[in-house]
């Protein structure tokens, strides 16, 4: 019997990993990319799922276990706990530009301060 990769050529797997891209200090010429991703994540699986889907090429991955915040409750004075993550900080070969609607990175810096409005 032959196997799935003889028959039908090269085939990948992809587990089920949600990558949320956590907000850069800038728009152009990005070298290292920071994303917040599910504890079970391995390295290989990130890198797979960027280059693949995402046509990004990756040099390094680095990978942090983040424990989620320990909250109280006030009025039962109970703790509740935010989910555990992983933060990804992943190093691209070739410098990457973001369009200007992922993140408002001007929104800022492009409306005046109120209190800079009321000077003038």
């Known amino acids: ?8 050529g ?10 949320k891209l956590l907000m850069p200090n800038q ?6 990319v920071a994303f917040k991703t599910v504890p079970s994540a391995s390295k290989i699986e990130i890198k797979r799922v960027l280059e693949a889907v995402y046509g990004l090429e990756v040099e390094k991955v680095h990978t942090l276990n983040m424990e989620g915040k320990k909250k109280i409750s006030r009025k039962t004075m109970k703790y509740h706990r935010r989910p ?13 530009t973001l369009p200007a609607d ?12 109120p209190e800079a409005a009321a000077k003038k």
Not at 1 to 8: D, E, H, I, L, N
Not at 11 to 18: D, G, T, Y
Not at 102 to 113: G, H, I, K, R, T
């Open 102 to 113: 992922v993140f408002p990175l001007n929104a800022v810096d492009s409306s005046e301060s």
């Open 1 to 8: 019997m032959a196997s799935v990769a003889k028959k039908f």
């Open 27 to 32: 728009r152009e010429n990005i070298k290292e």
């Open 84 to 96: 555990d993550y992983k933060k990804a900080y992943v190093v691209l070969k070739n410098p990457v």
């Open 10 to 19: 090269r085939v990948i797997h992809f587990a089920n990993i949600p990558l």
